[in-house]
């Protein structure tokens, strides 16, 4: 199995800016995004690219996260962040192993976004 490290986390004033990176251990061929758990919340999809490099945002954050991906390198930028953008921030990649199964996620350890007023 793969391995994915994140990286770029961080407190930050709401307004601000944040970057994120995933480094893969090696080239995955599968749809890639980022994901996000808030403090007893259930974990929600942020942003995710496809093999064919269509992107996919949720909408709370459409207009200011932009996902992008470059061989190993899976990032997200993140604008005019908010309180509620708080979590740890997870990077994932859905691998088919088989055409007999379903694909099996991958995911990274996290990082820790805190956003204040």
């Known amino acids: 199995q793969p391995r994915l490290v994140e990286s770029g986390g961080g407190l930050v004033q709401s307004g601000g800016s944040l970057r994120l990176s995933c480094a893969a251990s090696?080239?995955?061929?599968?749809?890639m995004g980022w994901y996000r758990q808030p403090l007893g919340k259930q974990r929600e999809m942020v942003a995710e690219?496809?093999?064919?490099?269509a992107k996919n945002y949720a909408d709370s954050v459409k207009g200011r996260f932009t996902i992008s991906r470059d061989n190993r390198n899976l990032d997200l930028q993140m604008n005019s962040l908010k309180p509620e953008d708080t979590a740890v921030y997870y990077c994932?990649?859905?691998?088919?192993?088989?055409?007999?199964?379903?694909?099996?996620?991958?995911w990274g350890q996290g990082t820790q976004v805190t956003v204040s007023s």
């Open positions: 994932n990649a859905k691998m088919q192993t088989s055409v007999l199964g379903p694909p099996v996620d991958v």
């Open positions: 090696r080239y995955i061929f599968s749809t």
């Open positions: 690219v496809t093999t064919t490099g």
